[in-house]
C-alpha cells in the first residue's frame, strides 16, 4: 500500500538511513532533517533505533524528528520530518566510535526497511548514512555493504557505483576488492556495462548526450602493449566499441573517448571535456574525486530501480558524538535524490 499525497503536499519523501548509531551518520542526518532548505525541496524521513537517536540528539543538542512505528508511516500524509524507529540496540551500554554487531544489525535492518518500502512506492528516493562493513559481518549480515544488499533485494543484475561531486563524476567497473582481485575481474562485459549506465546517468542529470571519458588500466594507458598485459588491447578497446554499437543503434548521440592514459585524465582540461569518468578500479576514481571534492561528493547506485544516493565518507568513529562532522555530503546527497527521483531516464 503507498501512502495518499496530500494534494498540498507534494514534495518527494526522501527515506534516509542514518547509518551506524557509534558513528557520525545519525548527527549528519539529524542536522539535515531540521534544516529549513531540506524541508523545503522534499518530506525527510530518517529510519533507525530511536532511542539510540534520542541519546545522540540530547548529548548534542539536536532536534529529534516525531517518532513513529512502520506500521504508523503507512497512509502518512503530513509532510514534516519523520523518524521511523527501526533496529534494536542495548542503549546503556551505546557508546561513540565502539560499533559492534549490534551497531551493524540495527543499520542493516534499517536498509532493508527502506528498500522495502521505496519499492512499495511509499519513498521517492533512498539517501543512505554510512555504515561499518566490520559491524555487517560481525551480525552476520551476509552482505558486505548497500550496494550488494541493493542489487539482491531489487534483483538487479546490472548495476554499479558512481561517485559524484561539483566537478568530477567516475564510475567504477569495480567495488571493493582488492586490487589484484579487481584487475582480474574486469571484463568487456563489466567495462561496457559501467559505459553504458554511467552514459545513462549523465543523460538524466543533463538532459542532454552525455561526454563519456573511460581510462586506461596501467600507466600510459599502457603504452600500446609496452607498460600492459594487454588489458588496454583485450579489454577496454573492444568494452568501448561494444558501448560505441549499443548508443549507435539507440541513435543517442553519445561521445566515448578512450582508453586515455589515467594520470592525465583528471586534468583541468579534460575534465572541462568529460561529463563522467570511467574508472577501472576503486581508487583511480576515488582518490582524484575525493581530492577535488570530498565535502560534496555523492555516492550513488547506477542500475536500480529505484534512486539511491549516499554520502561519500565513513562512519568517522573518531568525531562521533561530537558535533564536529559536516552534513556537506550528506547535503548533497539528498540534493541528488530529489533532482533525480524529479528526473524521468531521458530513454
Not at 569518468?277 to 536500480?304: R, S
Request: hydrophobic share 40%.
Amino acid at each position: 500500500m503507498s501512502p495518499v499525497r496530500s494534494p498540498h503536499h507534494l514534495k518527494p519523501r526522501v527515506a534516509i538511513t542514518v547509518g551506524d548509531v557509534a558513528g557520525v551518520g545519525p548527527e549528519i542526518s539529524l542536522h539535515c532533517a531540521a534544516m529549513a532548505a531540506v524541508n523545503g525541496k522534499c518530506q525527510p524521513i530518517l529510519i533507525g533505533p530511536a532511542e539510540a537517536m534520542q541519546k545522540i540528539a540530547l548529548k548534542l543538542g539536536l532536534t529529534l524528528p516525531r517518532v513513529i512505528t512502520e506500521s504508523e508511516w503507512v497512509g502518512h500524509t503530513a509532510g514534516v520530518p519523520l523518524l521511523i524507529d527501526c533496529g534494536q540496540i542495548a542503549t546503556p551500554e551505546l557508546r561513540p566510535g565502539k560499533f559492534s554487531a549490534e551497531t551493524g544489525q540495527a543499520s542493516f535492518d534499517a536498509v532493508d526497511l527502506a528498500i522495502r518500502q521505496c519499492l512499495d512506492g511509499q519513498f521517492d528516493a533512498l539517501v543512505t548514512g554510512p555504515i561499518q562493513k566490520e559491524a555487517w559481518h560481525a551480525a552476520g549480515t551476509g552482505f558486505l555493504g548497500h550496494t550488494e544488499l541493493l542489487a539482491q533485494r531489487t534483483h538487479t543484475e546490472e548495476y554499479c557505483m558512481m561517485l559524484s561531486g561539483h566537478s568530477v563524476s567516475s564510475v567504477l567497473c569495480t567495488i571493493h576488492l582488492p586490487l589484484v582481485d579487481a584487475i582480474a575481474a574486469l571484463s568487456v562485459e563489466s567495462i561496457s556495462r559501467a559505459i553504458r549506465l554511467g552514459g545513462l546517468a549523465m543523460e538524466r542529470k543533463h538532459g542532454r548526450p552525455p561526454r563519456i571519458t573511460v581510462l586506461g588500466l596501467n600507466p600510459h594507458a599502457g603504452e600500446n602493449g609496452l607498460l600492459s598485459h594487454g588489458e588496454e588491447r583485450d579489454l577496454i578497446c573492444p568494452a568501448i566499441a561494444e558501448a560505441q554499437r549499443w548508443q549507435a543503434e539507440r541513435q543517442l548521440g553519445w561521445q566515448i573517448v578512450g582508453p586515455v592514459p589515467p594520470d592525465t585524465a583528471f586534468t583541468p582540461a579534460m575534465r572541462a571535456r568529460s561529463d563522467v569518468h570511467i574508472c577501472m578500479y576503486h581508487d583511480q576514481g576515488l582518490i582524484p574525486l575525493k581530492a577535488l571534492c570530498f565535502d560534496d561528493a555523492v555516492n550513488v547506485t547506477l542500475g536500480l530501480p529505484l534512486v539511491r544516493t549516499s554520502v561519500d565518507h565513513g562512519t568517522a568513529m573518531d568525531l562521533a558524538w561530537q558535533g564536529q562532522a559536516s552534513p556537506n555530503s550528506m547535503l548533497s546527497a539528498i540534493d541528488m535524490a530529489v533532482d533525480l527521483c524529479q528526473r524521468p531516464p531521458h530513454h
